[in-house]
């Protein structure tokens, strides 16, 4: 029998917290937390705990930011995919295009939305190759699900015109790229929904879980509020029988709380990757992580790229005190869960060249100049030995 499994997620936090530089960012993230405390002691009075008017007015300014007309507030950024796909009619017997290199959760969506996620090799973007997408679609094919990685948007010009041709859904997870855009359009605005996560280690973070679907269609939003929400039309009228998945409404105040902070956040991330691209450019055993798509606004949700010897120099880095993190070292086609498909090392030459180069240095918002210069003179003087 397998061992009783551990809560491992509280270990992590703790252990994240060793290294003076680290990846983890909470406690002066939420250092004004008596302003969010009052507002939530506000909501205990008024007891509007489910779907009350914090939920409604967190979703219109979500929408608003993203750039679509609707925002449906859930319970996570996995649920949002999984929903949308629910919403669109996706389901057993059908066929979703996505990427390797992703968090587990976009796959775990896909397959609990009972359709079967057909794997595409990642470009030197570590996003989906465009290119590789049309060999895998056949009348089975219902959906691309493109992740923009790390922050970083997917070539969504190429996506939304093979999705058109062959008349598929497009449910774009943006779990990383919270106010990332192309010629200032946003992530999450170009698919037929656009999923984003507030889970504590995102960009616009929550004190749990938290999610949130953009889309134009107001056919889908009806649908998708009624999906989370029972579906229920009103207390005694259910019109299709669906989930329990609500953004909480204690979550929503926190959400938007953070978005008043959201600029700040991305753009000292931005601010801080562009001062280690320079840095690091000129090493060989570098590569920088670019994309094909220009006019990109990125919001380094994490800041990966490709190291010669990884492992090493993760070793080193932490052992200086630097929390670098690699995201992820197993792609998705090579996982345990993912053994029932029968794909094997070889299949994805690109995914499993990042998983094995790749590694995320701390970009985040409270990073000082001393801190990102005790990364730069880490990363040097291990190539230099
Ligand atoms: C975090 C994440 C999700 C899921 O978000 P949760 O809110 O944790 O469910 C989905 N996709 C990607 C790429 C993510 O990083």
């Not at 008017?53 to 999984?82: H, M, P, Q, R, Y």
């Not at 000129?282 to 590569?287: K, N, Q, R």
Request: proline share 4%; glycine share 8%; charged share 25%.
């Amino acid at each position: 029998m397998d061992k009783e499994l551990k809560n491992f997620l509280p270990e992590q936090y703790l252990s994240d917290n060793e290294y003076p530089i680290n990846h983890n960012y909470l406690e002066a993230q939420f250092s004004d937390k008596e302003e969010i405390l009052k507002k939530i002691s506000e909501l205990v009075s008024r007891g509007d705990f489910t779907l009350g008017a914090a939920v409604d007015d967190f979703e219109k300014s979500f929408a608003d930011l993203i750039g679509t007309k609707f925002g449906i507030g859930v319970g996570s950024g996995t649920d949002a995919i999984f929903l949308s796909l629910k919403s669109l009619g996706v389901g057993p017997g059908d066929e979703v295009i996505t990427s390797p290199f992703t968090f587990y959760a976009t796959i775990g969506a896909i397959v609990t939305a009972g359709a079967m996620p057909v794997f595409c090799d990642i470009g030197s973007d570590l996003n989906i190759n465009p290119d590789k997408i049309e060999n895998l679609i056949n009348e089975k094919t219902k959906a691309i699900v493109p992740v923009h990685w790390a922050g970083k948007p997917c070539n969504m010009s190429r996506i939304n015109s093979i999705a058109t041709r062959y008349n598929l859904f497009i449910v774009e997870d943006a779990c990383h790229a919270i106010g990332s855009s192309i010629n200032n359009k946003r992530a999450g605005s170009f698919g037929d929904t656009g999923c984003f996560s507030f889970h504590p280690l995102k960009n616009l973070n929550v004190w749990g879980d938290g999610g949130i679907i953009c889309t134009d269609n107001p056919q889908l939003a009806r649908d998708l509020k009624l999906l989370r929400n029972h579906g229920l039309i009103n207390r005694n009228e259910c019109q299709i029988f669906g989930y329990n998945s609500r953004l909480d409404t204690i979550q929503a105040i926190i959400a938007k709380h953070m978005l008043g902070k959201l600029s700040f956040i991305n753009e000292s991330r931005r601010a801080n990757a562009k001062f280690l691209d320079e840095k690091l450019q000129d090493l060989d055993e570098v590569t920088l992580v670019n994309g094909d798509v220009v006019n990109v606004t990125h919001s380094y949700h994490i800041y990966p790229q490709l190291f010669e010897r990884r492992d090493e120099l993760k070793e080193y880095l932490n052992s200086i005190g630097v929390d670098a993190k690699i995201h992820y070292p197993i792609p998705m086609h090579l996982q345990k869960a993912a053994k029932i498909w029968g794909y094997k090392r070889g299949d994805f030459p690109v995914a499993e060249l990042a998983a094995d180069k790749t590694l995320s240095l701390p970009v985040h918002e409270f990073i000082t100049k001393p801190s990102l210069d005790r990364i730069v003179e880490g990363v040097t003087q291990f190539y230099r030995q």
